[in-house]
C-alpha cells in the first residue's frame, strides 16, 4: 500500500521474532491435535474440558471444538456430584446437590464467555454457546436457580452494546433473552416489553445512524402497542409521533 506515491515500509521482523512466531504455531497446532485424539476417544474428563478452554480461549470461532465442549457438559450433567454418597443423604438433599454442582457448572461456563464475547463480540459461536446453556438451566434447574441466570442478561447485553451499538448478534440475543423472560413469567410481559422499547429508542437517540437499534425500535413498538391495548387513533398518533 503507497502514501502519496511512496510505498509504506513495513518493520523488519527479527529472527528472534519470527521464531517466536513459529513456536505459538507449533504449539497451537500440538494443542488441536491433542483435543481432536481426545475428541475421538470419546473422553470427557476436567483435563479434557481444561484444553478444550485452553483451545477455544486462542481460537474462538472453533466450532467443532464448542460442540466437543458441550458434550462434556452434558457427560457431567450426569454425574453425580462429587463426595456425594445418595445411601447416606435423603433423595431430596442429593437432587439439590446434585443441581447445585450443574449450576456452578454452567455459571463457569457463562463467566469463561464472558471475556472471550468482550474481544471476540461478533463470534455467532460464542452466542450459540452462550444461548445453549441457558437453554440447559431452564432444561435441568429448578426455576429459582435458572431465572436469574436469563434475568443477568439483558445487564450483560446493555455492556457489550456499550462497547458496540450495532453490533447485529449483540441486538438479536437480546431480543431472544427478552422473549423468553416473557414466556417464564408471562406477568412481566408488559414491563420487559416496555422497557425493550425505551432501551432501543434511547440507543436511537445516542446514534440515529444506528440500523439494528432502528430495527429493534419497529420490532417492540409492535408489541408495545399490543401490550398497551391501545386502539385506533392511539395507534395512529403513536406512529406519527415517529
Known amino acids: 500500500m503507497t502514501s502519496h506515491g511512496a510505498p509504506r515500509a513495513r518493520p523488519a521482523r527479527t529472527e528472534q521474532a519470527r521464531a517466536k512466531e513459529l513456536a505459538r504455531i507449533e504449539e497451537y497446532r500440538a494443542l488441536v491435535s491433542l483435543v481432536r485424539t481426545k475428541m475421538a476417544e470419546k473422553e470427557y474428563t476436567p ?3 481444561a484444553l478444550t478452554t485452553k483451545l477455544l480461549t486462542q481460537n474462538p470461532e472453533y466450532y467443532t471444538i ?40 454452567l455459571t463457569t461456563d457463562l ?3 464472558i471475556s472471550l464475547l468482550l474481544t471476540h463480540p461478533k463470534a455467532y459461536t460464542l452466542w450459540t454457546h452462550r444461548l445453549w446453556l441457558l437453554q440447559q438451566s431452564l432444561r435441568l434447574l429448578p426455576v429459582h ?7 443477568a442478561e439483558l445487564a450483560l447485553c446493555n455492556k457489550l452494546l456499550v462497547k458496540d451499538p450495532r453490533n447485529f448478534h449483540g441486538w438479536r440475543y437480546r431480543r431472544f433473552v427478552a422473549g423468553e423472560l416473557i414466556k417464564i413469567d408471562s406477568d412481566k410481559e408488559k414491563e420487559v416489553v416496555e422497557g425493550e422499547f425505551q432501551y432501543a429508542n434511547r440507543m436511537v437517540e445516542a446514534n440515529l ?3 439494528s437499534a432502528w430495527h429493534a425500535r ?25
Open 66 to 105: 464448542w460442540n466437543y465442549r458441550r458434550r462434556i457438559l452434558l457427560h457431567n450433567f450426569l454425574l453425580p456430584p462429587p463426595d456425594s454418597d445418595p445411601s447416606s443423604t435423603s433423595p431430596d438433599n442429593h437432587l439439590q446437590q446434585h443441581q447445585s454442582t450443574i449450576h456452578t457448572l
Open 47 to 49: 483435563t479434557v474440558f
Open 209 to 211: 445512524s444506528n440500523f
Open 218 to 242: 419497529a420490532l417492540w413498538g409492535v408489541r408495545v402497542l399490543e401490550v398497551r391495548g391501545t386502539g385506533a387513533e392511539e395507534r395512529l398518533k403513536f406512529f406519527e409521533d415517529g
Open 145 to 151: 436457580l435458572s431465572h436469574p441466570l436469563w434475568r
Open 111 to 113: 463467566a469463561f464467555l
